[in-house]
Structure formats: structure tokens, C-alpha cells
């Protein structure tokens, strides 16, 4: 009954949920490394260029804070449960604002728990200088359950070229994570499984017991 409980709870948790967060790093000062400062909020932040770092300079979609990941090449986002940073957590939503897009082959990629791709997006740059927004700013979203980590790629390397010095990362809006329960192994199962099986054989063995004892008094 309690397991039965607990599962309706975490549904409807999950159909009430509507909450969004955003990062817009205007809290936090330039040239700030960013990395565990938003764990509270559900959300690890890193580069696998170099540092993620808070830029101040141009392009920022909102005032005057963006982030530029390795030399403006890419930014890894990773989902947790706000109360541990340790525990893996998921989201149904993203988006984030590209600053100073001039060519093309940017765009998002998720994975989900296991690290399997579930979703991308790629900018709507058609060439070099011929981007939406003028070149100058490009949002993109994803949509669907089960997003784990999300890979930013700020530098054109969707396109199969090198990653090359482009574009910033702003405004950075996902739902709220929903933190993920362990499940468990096979051998886990199995031995509940055989637990269960051993205790409905017991009572079976002791209902019997009454009557097999009444028989043999009456011979």
C-alpha cells in the first residue's frame, strides 16, 4: 500500500509540475568560474573546452552577464536533485539564448540517464553571416521528457568542422528537475522475488500443519 502511495504521489508530482528556472548570471561577478553555483537550483554547469566562465562583455541576451564555455565553444549542463548534487535528476524543458551566432552548426544535444542521445536542435545559420536575428542572437529549445544532460555547442562543431571561438550562452530557462529513484538491479528483484515465494510457502506449510496433526489423532 505504501509503494502504491508513494508512486501516486510521484505522478502527480510530476502532471502538477509548471515551475521554470532561469539563469541569467547576473548574480555573479565577471570572469566567476561557474560550476556547482547553481546545484540548489537543480543544475551542474561545465565546459569541456575549459572553464565556464561569466563573461561581461557584449552579447548578453539579458543584462550584461553571459557565459562563455571554453574560449565561447560549449557548455554542458547537467541536471540533479536541488537537495544532492549527487543524485541524478531530469527535465521535460530548455532553452537558451545564443549571443554573436555568425556561423553555422550550433545547436543543443540531450542525453538521458544512461547517456543514450534523445533530442537536438540545430541553429537555423543556412552560412557564415547569415543567421537568424541578424547574427546576433538565437534561441533554441527542447521539449521532452527524460533530459538528463544537455551539451551546448557554442563554436559550429554540429557542422563537422573544429570548434572555433563563437558564440555566447544566456538566459538559460528549464522546468523544474524531478529527481530520479533508483531502481533496482535484476538480482534485486530476484531476491524479493524469492523472498515473497518462500514466505506464501511458510503460510501454506503452517495452515496445513492444524489438519494434517487432527488427522493422524483420529487413526
Known amino acids: 500500500m505504501k509503494a502504491l502511495l508513494m508512486i501516486a504521489l510521484l505522478l502527480c508530482s510530476g502532471l502538477a509540475r509548471s515551475e521554470s528556472m532561469t539563469l541569467d548570471f547576473e548574480d555573479l561577478p565577471r570572469d566567476t568560474v561557474v560550476s556547482t553555483q547553481y546545484a540548489d537550483r537543480g543544475v551542474l554547469i561545465g565546459s569541456d573546452y575549459g572553464a565556464a566562465t561569466v563573461f561581461a562583455g557584449c552579447c548578453a ?7 562563455n564555455g571554453g574560449g565561447f565553444r560549449g557548455i554542458t549542463l547537467t541536471f540533479v536533485d536541488p ?12 532553452r537558451v539564448t545564443l549571443g554573436d551566432v555568425d556561423i ?7 542525453y ?5 542521445e534523445i533530442a537536438h536542435v540545430l541553429s537555423g545559420c543556412v552560412a557564415a553571416f547569415a543567421c537568424p536575428g541578424d547574427s546576433l542572437f538565437e534561441t533554441l529549445t527542447l521539449s521532452l521528457a527524460g533530459m538528463h544532460r544537455i551539451v551546448i555547442a ?11 571561438g563563437e558564440a555566447t550562452v544566456d538566459d538559460v530557462v528549464f522546468n523544474v528537475v524531478v529527481a530520479q529513484v533508483p531502481e533496482p538491479s535484476a538480482l534485486q528483484m530476484l531476491a524479493a522475488g524469492l523472498a515473497v515465494l518462500a ?15 487432527g488427522t493422524n489423532a483420529s487413526r
Open 199 to 213: 514466505c506464501v510457502a511458510l503460510h501454506r506449510r503452517r495452515r496445513a500443519a492444524p489438519v494434517n496433526r
Open 104 to 110: 553555422p552548426g550550433n545547436g543543443l544535444t540531450a
Open 83 to 94: 537537495a544532492d548534487m549527487f543524485r541524478p535528476a531530469v527535465t521535460d524543458f530548455f
Open 154 to 164: 557554442a563554436g559550429g562543431q554540429l557542422s563537422g568542422d573544429p570548434a572555433q
Open 112 to 116: 538521458d540517464l544512461d547517456g543514450n
Open 61 to 67: 541576451a539579458s543584462g550584461l552577464n553571459s557565459l
